[in-house]
């Protein structure tokens, strides 16, 4: 039984549940460090991806894939080490078909299991207000400015975009090109590192870390906003509409 208002699963819905609970916790406890350890360090990545030959750019995004399902890697890093390996055009490229397909994974990863795959990490009230903005009017701009804004937990909301009635390929579509510009900006960092632009690169990555931890730290208040705003609209378009 898919998700519903009463967040009713049945026994194959909870094993699966259990299934991915246990793997997303052993991916992120014994895997997760070692993967961040790896890409942050750009020559031993990048002699890993190249050891696999042709095959090594499908590796490449199989990262950028499970640093989406497994949030507990950090996505600057794998973006950062695109644009080492690969320059800002193919390292955009590569991470952006990443970020695609892992996030039509979290969607419907979601959609299947429904509201307890989110439980173990988001509190219901928090949950309810996010789900409340992503079924608004204004769903449009919601995600984009979810998903644009910096220090937003944006693979955690993808999760909760799969329990909302949004159509996906719209929601891909806003999601995933509001998260380019800051895509973009962590591959220019990584491609100036290997360029030795480190001047370059070093002034870019401290007003990427700046803008993330403004985001990180004012996430609550900007949601808040976000809701109190949207609430406000809808009460508005329904007293226009009486």
């Not at 549940?17 to 942050?40: D, E, H």
């Amino acid at each position: 039984m898919i998700y519903s208002g009463t967040h009713k699963v049945s026994v194959v819905n909870l094993l699966l549940l259990g299934a991915f609970l246990v793997l997303f916790v052993y991916l992120t406890v014994y895997y997760a460090p070692v993967i961040t350890r790896l890409i942050s360090e750009p020559e031993q990545f990048r002699e890993l991806i190249q050891s696999y030959g042709q095959t090594g750019v499908l590796v490449f995004i199989a990262f950028q894939v499970l640093q989406v399902v497994i949030s507990a890697i950090p996505g600057e890093v794998v973006q950062i080490a695109g644009g080492y390996l690969y320059g800002v055009g193919f390292g955009t490229l590569y991470l952006f078909i990443g970020l695609l397909i892992g996030s039509v994974l979290t969607f419907y990863i979601a959609r299947l299991l429904g509201y307890p795959v989110l439980k173990a990490f988001l509190p219901k009230a928090k949950y309810v207000r996010l789900r409340a903005l992503l079924r608004s009017k204004k769903v449009d701009l919601v995600v984009f400015l979810l998903f644009f804004l910096p220090g937003l937990p944006k693979d955690l909301l993808t999760y909760v975009a799969g329990l909302t009635y949004a159509p996906p390929l719209k929601f891909f579509m806003i999601a995933t090109g509001a998260r380019l510009p800051a895509l973009i900006g962590s591959v220019i960092i990584g491609a100036n590192i290997h360029e030795r632009n480190y001047l370059t690169a070093v002034l870019l990555l401290s007003g990427a870390v700046l803008l993330f931890l403004l985001g990180y730290f004012l996430k609550d208040w900007i949601i808040d906003r976000l809701y109190h705003w949207s609430a406000i609209r809808e009460r508005y378009s329904f007293r226009k509409k009486k």
